[in-house]
């Protein structure tokens, strides 16, 4: 028989994020964040690969990144608002992981695979902070996407993207319960 982990299983039942713009201080400390990003870590990782890194975004740099936002959204004809929204994502916040995929080359473990591991190492992060009593939220925005912001500002080599921005701090307001998946009607059980 399995030994069930009811403490574990009842926080992923009722686990909800933080949204980033109700975010404030204080926000986790280094040795804090450091130990939220081992949690992380432990994702599965096909092969023992570590296909993702972090960069810890502190204040500063978030401010930096901000004011990037607004050149480089104006230089490709981003759209006003959503130059204003990447802005303020990055502007508003006091601290955030960003969470890159940086594949490694291997003829067994596809780089798609490798992206999933990194994707899973963002909720991990998520789920660590929310566990460790942090609020968490999970962005990216078009700037994420863009090689040459990423590139540029954050110091992406070309092969590597960013997965996302784990935005940390301290919850103003609990957010309300939003409707979740009708999970038997997206499921198909398979016996033969």
């Keep these: 028989m399995p030994t069930p982990n009811p403490a574990a299983l009842d926080f992923l039942m009722t686990r909800r994020s933080r949204p980033a713009k109700t975010l404030t201080t204080p926000v986790p400390q280094r040795a804090e964040v450091e130990q939220l990003l081992i949690a992380a870590a432990r994702t599965p990782d096909?092969?023992?690969?570590?296909?993702?890194?972090?960069?810890?975004?502190?204040?500063?740099?978030?401010?930096r990144l901000a004011n990037a936002v607004a050149a480089?959204?104006?230089?490709?004809?981003?759209?006003?608002?959503?130059?204003?929204?990447?802005?303020?994502q990055f502007a508003n916040a006091d601290l955030a992981v960003a969470v890159v995929s940086s594949p490694k080359p291997s003829a067994k473990f596809p780089q798609v695979e490798q992206l999933y591991s990194a994707a899973a190492v963002c909720l991990s992060l998520l789920n660590a902070a929310l566990a460790s009593g942090?609020?968490?939220?999970?962005?990216s925005g078009w700037a994420s996407h863009d090689a040459t912001f990423v590139q540029t500002h954050l110091g992406l080599a070309p092969h590597e993207t960013i997965t996302g921005f784990i935005h940390l701090g301290t919850e103003t307001s609990a957010p309300p319960e939003r409707p979740r998946p009708d999970v038997p009607s997206i499921t198909t059980w398979v016996s033969a």
Excluded at 46 to 63: D, N
Excluded at 73 to 86: P, T, V
């Design 46 to 63: 096909h092969g023992k690969l570590e296909p993702w890194r972090f960069i810890v975004l502190e204040k500063a740099a978030l401010t």
């Design 72 to 88: 480089r959204g104006a230089e490709i004809g981003e759209a006003a608002d959503r130059i204003e929204k990447m802005h303020n």
């Design 134 to 139: 942090w609020g968490a939220n999970w962005l």
